[in-house]
């Protein structure tokens, strides 16, 4: 059975790559994990029809939660992995709460959900990681949030290296601005950076990150604009780009 694990899957991105996932008929099987069982649920109801639809509410940070995802698994071994669990939250290092928190599901349970599919997964299975742009340059009063986002990205094109005679890939995705709930919970509210940036609903995003994933690619930007700054910021020193990416 073509089994897919999905986290963060009750809003925005992971949400959405569940329906792509499900509607498309890519995995026969999805388990869909975040804490909030009640959105969870939903979800799984509008696509009951679609594919089996597994709700595991779990906070991924807590001691044994890939121990609960395997059993669950029930000797099932997952052909795509969708990390999507993460937040930010703007202020100034040392002023904002939740920073320790961000590294440790942003990067703590990134890494051990990684190392279980890299133990388990079988050639042609596919490792989707949601990084971010801001991983390509610091962002001041996202400092940690970015440093998060970045660990994501420089992983990902290790672990991608790694898996690769496996025929395993790993793909980060690096987006702008989404139109998700991310900003609501990170305290940006008239922000004239976010503002002033082109904004992407979350199914554009999903469908070029599948498509990237399919074709094994490292890294998806998914915007024109997007590649752009990513280009600019392997020229452009930091010093300079900080400046212009101050949240």
Not at 42 to 66: F, S
């Amino acid at each position: 059975m073509k089994t897919a694990i999905i986290t963060g899957a009750s809003s925005g991105l992971g949400a959405e790559f569940a329906k792509s996932i499900a509607q498309s008929g890519r995995a026969e099987r999805i388990m869909i994990i975040a804490r909030r069982k009640e959105r969870l649920e939903l979800l799984a109801r509008q696509l009951k029809e679609y594919a089996r639809i597994d709700v595991l509410p779990l906070d991924l940070t807590e001691d044994g939660a890939v121990k609960k995802i395997e059993e669950a698994l029930d000797g099932d071994v997952p052909e795509l992995l969708i990390n999507c669990a993460g937040f930010g939250k703007l202020g100034p290092v040392g002023q904002t709460d939740g920073q320790s928190g961000m590294i440790e599901l942003n990067c703590g349970a990134l890494t051990r959900l990684c190392e279980f599919a890299a133990s388990v997964m079988q050639a042609g299975g596919h490792i989707i990681n949601i990084a971010s742009i801001a991983a390509f340059v610091p962002t001041p009063n996202l400092a940690v949030y970015g440093a998060t986002k970045a660990y994501v990205l420089s992983f990902s094109k290790a672990l991608s290296a790694e898996l690769k005679d496996r025929g395993i890939t790993v793909t980060a995705v690096c987006p702008g601005p989404v139109d998700t709930e991310f900003f609501a919970v990170a305290g940006i509210e008239n922000s004239r950076l976010f503002d002033n940036l082109v904004h992407m609903p979350a199914g554009y995003v999903v469908s070029r990150a599948l498509k990237a994933s399919a074709k094994g690619r490292w890294v998806c930007t998914p915007h024109p604009f997007y590649k752009l700054y990513r280009a600019v910021s392997k020229i452009l020193p930091d010093r300079l780009l900080i400046k212009l990416t101050r949240a």
